[in-house]
């Protein structure tokens, strides 16, 4: 059972007395209480594990009250979730996957073309990371004030929070403002932090929680690994981010997700996006669903409704009530497995061919391309009903992505086991029943390749493919790319999304972004 679920439903009045929602011009002054956070702490202790749960929450949920709740401002609220907003922006604008509903906003994300700083999956990110800082900032100051339980580990895991919205902000738009517990509640607009600032700020951050936090808090919730592992990736992309490479800092944080944090391949790759998935012993961090208590057309819904569509599709094989016609995977990613009919690549048995083109000569119509699988409502063990609803939680950190991770780390120079390294990799490849691959043919080609088969509609294949320097430009071409059916190239200035119009509007200080 998801215990954590009922922790962020319990938690939900508390918090709803105390956080409002945040929008950008809000962020340099307190959000309005009924009732000051000392106060409510002092007198219930035990309602910081419901703020702490809510804080969790808004990673996966749209709001605090349902499916047509939200945090952030936007006429359609399921459109406004962190997780709907990541697999827009990470993989629809990369080349694995195309979403076809012609939205405005999502069709420039999908075609990488004609970005501009009024996009409102821009603004809902950007707005959603500054709508998490300076509520976990808030949370952390009242505890200052008062005693709780376990108040060392809570409030690291509130930092961690913190630091994983800072990340994209780092990732995507590459600077903002620093709000933390130095300059909270001041009323003078923030000056602007550069990409370095940004990310020196969320290091320091993590480096000193990381001691503090368990190998395991339950799940669901920050340990040592999950800072690990969000620090691994930091320094993974330390080179675009600062201009420093940082690759054997990568390996030493990476290296002890592995060896410390007793995590195992799950014994079938499926087995991590199935409505049970909870039992998985690969998973590191999830971002929690629930089908009944924790309802959300921003969470893996959106993953798995978007991807089925009754023309073609049948809805009841993957435990849906729902299909919504609207993504697509590219020749681009299944192209990386060779002929889908004859590999014995599990993973390549995961895109819906019947009915459907292997070209995508036209994005917006829903039978060009083949719909992924890979995510579904249905159990991986025993009986499961449909529902409308994903149960399915995501796989925000899993051990797969270590190990490729670890031997990305040793092909670029961070040291480490050249031949560890490619027993991590095989590892992933056998447990997909693909072919174990030679010490010759382990590359950093091949472990972008291998990352697209892996990980594609995991949120991370914008940021993959900028690190290896295929992102902008024309050296590498995918379906759509630059609003081209065999691709064109696009500006550097895409390696970073534009600072939203109401963001530079609300705080003067801030700069736009070159070439928008």
């Known amino acids: 059972m ?63 009250n349902g499916p047509g709740s939200q945090d952030i401002s ?27 509903w012609g939205d405005d906003g999502l069709d420039q994300l999908t075609t990488t073309s004609d970005w501009n700083p009024r996009n409102k999956f821009f603004r809902y990110l950007y707005d959603r990371v500054y709508y998490i800082v300076p509520q976990t900032t808030n949370i952390i100051l009242a505890l200052e004030n008062v005693d709780v339980n376990n108040e060392e580990q809570i409030v690291s895991e509130l930092r961690f929070i913190r630091s994983l919205a800072y990340y994209y902000m780092i990732d995507c738009f590459g600077k903002g403002v620093l709000v933390n517990e130095s300059n909270y509640g001041t009323t003078v607009p923030l000056p602007e932090s550069s990409r370095t600032e940004l990310f020196n700020y969320v290091e320091s ?50 290296s002890l997700v592995i060896d410390e944090g007793g995590y195992n391949l799950a014994e079938n790759f499926v087995m991590n996006f199935s409505g049970d998935n909870n039992t998985s012993p690969e998973i590191i961090f999830p971002l929690i669903a629930d089908a009944v208590v924790s309802q959300s057309y921003g969470n893996t819904t959106y993953i798995v409704n978007g991807s089925l569509g009754t023309e073609t599709m ?88 270590a190990y490729l991770i670890y031997a990305e780390c040793v092909l670029r120079g961070g040291g480490g086991s050249e031949s560890q390294a490619l027993t991590y990799v095989n590892a992933v490849r056998q447990r997909a029943n693909a072919s174990a691959i030679s010490a010759a043919e382990l590359n950093l080609n091949f472990i972008l390749d291998e990352r697209g088969r892996e990980l594609n509609l995991e949120g991370q294949r914008r940021t993959d493919l900028i690190r290896f320097g295929k992102f902008t430009g024309g050296t590498y071409l995918w379906p759509w790319k630059g609003n081209s059916l065999n691709g064109s190239a696009i500006p550097s200035t895409y390696n970073v999304f534009p600072i939203p119009t109401s963001a530079l509007e609300a705080n003067l200080n801030l700069t736009q972004n070159p070439g928008y």
């Open 2 to 64: 998801k215990n954590f679920n009922k922790k962020i439903i319990l938690g939900i009045s508390a918090a709803l007395l105390l956080l409002s929602a945040s929008c950008t011009s809000d962020l340099d002054t307190k959000p309005k209480v009924e009732l000051s956070l000392e106060n409510l702490l002092a007198k219930d202790p035990n309602a910081v594990e419901g703020l702490l749960s809510k804080m969790y929450g808004t990673f996966a949920l749209s709001g605090p």
């Open 74 to 100: 936007g006429p359609d609220p399921g459109e406004t979730a962190f997780l709907r907003g990541i697999i827009n922006l990470q993989d629809f604008t990369a080349d694995g996957m195309k979403n076809r």
């Open 205 to 254: 951050e993590l480096l000193a929680i990381e001691p503090s936090l368990p190998l395991n808090t339950g799940y669901g919730r920050a340990n040592k690994s999950v800072v690990r592992m969000l620090l691994a990736k930091l320094y993974l992309n330390a080179e675009v981010y600062t201009g420093t490479p940082r690759y054997d800092d990568a390996l030493q944080y990476i």
């Open 314 to 401: 049948p809805l009841g094989q993957f435990g849906a009530t729902e299909g919504w016609s609207g993504h697509r995977a590219t020749k681009a990613w299944y192209s990386l497995y060779g002929d889908l009919e004859t590999s014995t690549d599990d993973r390549a048995a995961l895109f819906w061919t019947e009915g459907h083109s292997y070209e995508m000569e036209n994005y917006k119509q829903w039978t060009d391309g083949y719909p992924s699988i890979k995510f579904r409502n249905t159990n991986f063990t025993g009986t499961s009903n449909a529902t409308s609803f994903s149960p399915t939680d995501f796989p925000f950190f899993r051990l797969a992505d």
